[in-house]
Each structure stands twice: as C-alpha cells, then as structure tokens.
C-alpha cells in the first residue's frame, strides 16, 4: 500500500467516524438540538440517493468504483461501504460542518434565508469538492474513468466538460454537479429543520 493510498484510507474513514464520535458526545453533555441530528439524516440520505450509491455501484451508463481505483482502496474501502462512508463524511464533515461554519463565519444563525450564509456554504461545499477530486480521488476520477448518471449528476458522462486544471488535473463539470445543486437544497433544509424542531 502506497502512502497516498493510505492518506485515502484515513480521510475517508475519519471524516465519516469523527462527526459522529462528536455528535454521541454532544448528546451525552445535552449539548445537541434535535434538529442536527435531523439534518444529518436528511443530509446522508440525500448525499445517498442523491449521487453516492450511483456513482459507487456505477448503476447509469457508469464504471462502479472498484473498476475506478486500486486493489488496496478496494480491500479496505470495500464497494458495498464505499457509499456509506461517503456519505457519512457528506452529513457530518461537509453538511454540518459546513453550515456551522457558515453560521460562525457570517454570524447569521439557521432561522431564514440570508444570501451571506448561503455564499458561504456554497463557498465551503464547492471548495471541498475541489479538494477530493484533486487531491483524494484523482485516479478514481480520471480520463477513461466514467461515473454513472445520478439525481444530483443528471447531465451524466454524456456531457462531463473539463471546466479547468488545477494541480495538473482536470476538473470536471460532472464531479462538481451534486454539490451545485445539493447547496440550497441542504441549506432549505436546515432552515426547515430548526424552524420546526419543536414538532
């Protein structure tokens, strides 16, 4: 196993497991509202249905994900907990994290719509993605690599532009839908959530 193959192994394993290391304890200290679990939930679900099983399982005119990667990511990252995992670190790390930064960041709390916490997010959501397919998932994003249509990826690999490089890798239109779009949804959510935490 290479060094990069186990940075791999251990973002994916610590982004999905410290959220909810965090989550137990906070509830434990009767530190947590009811309405973050309740967007974790939405969050992992959508993240899920959304566009992880997909791309995971290659289910749309796609390659599944142990087809896209090395035998090493394969054996510790096994297909059928690949979508989890992934979708875990979408509810915990990128979803809450990012909408407690947001707030933090723009001192606007989740009880309405404000245009400054949503450029935030989206600046948070937009950014991570970057990060992961540039520097986590590169080989399993590569030419020759196609992911599968998905709801929040519905243009598919039929039309998948390279919208620029960066760090010598090309950053596709495909890979960067399902954050675009999961952004509002995600923040509507939220509002929602913590409007109606009483009921």
Known sequence: ??????RVISIV?????????IFIYQYKKNN?????????LF??????????????????????????RSDALN????????????SMADAGTISIGGLL????????DLSKWSWSFFSILLVWCITQN????????????????TLSWAPLAPTGPWFNPVIFELNGR???????????????????AAIYFKNNQST
């Not at 054996?75 to 992934?86: A, E, G, K, R």
């Not at 930064?101 to 606007?108: E, F, M, P, T």
Request: charged share 10%.
């Open 101 to 108: 930064l947001s707030s933090k960041l723009s001192g606007i």
């Open 75 to 86: 054996t510790f990252i096994p297909m059928h907990l690949n979508w989890i995992l992934n």
């Open 170 to 188: 090309g950053i596709n239109f495909q890979t960067q839908l399902p954050w675009l779009l999961m952004t509002p949804i995600l923040y509507k």
């Open 1 to 6: 196993m290479s060094l990069i193959e186990l």
């Open 32 to 40: 947590l509202e009811s309405y973050w679990v309740k967007i974790y």
């Open 43 to 68: 969050s992992f679900i959508a993240c899920a249905v959304g566009w992880e099983i997909w791309f995971s399982y290659g289910l749309a005119f796609g390659d599944s994900v142990d087809v896209r």
């Open 130 to 145: 970057l990060f992961v397919e540039v520097f986590l998932y590169f080989d399993q994003l590569s030419v020759g690599k």
């Open 13 to 21: 394993y610590l982004s999905a497991f410290i959220p909810i290391l």
